[in-house]
């Protein structure tokens, strides 16, 4: 069973990308938006990720 959530460390490892940059683009909207969990613990949702990933995917493809 996965979670719907994706923490921010899994999100890390899942793109590649810095943790200040996952929060920059996120805050400029050009990511997954926040999501705020208990606490201070914040995540992402598991699909708006996983599409982020494809549209990436996709950019890179009608590149080469």
Sequence with gaps: ????????????RMTACPRSTILKYSRLGQ???IVRLLG??????RADVEAWIEARLDVSKEAA
């Design 1 to 12: 069973n996965t979670s719907p959530f994706v923490l921010l460390p899994e999100a890390v």
């Design 31 to 33: 990511f997954a938006p």
């Design 40 to 45: 201070n613990r914040i995540a992402f949702n």
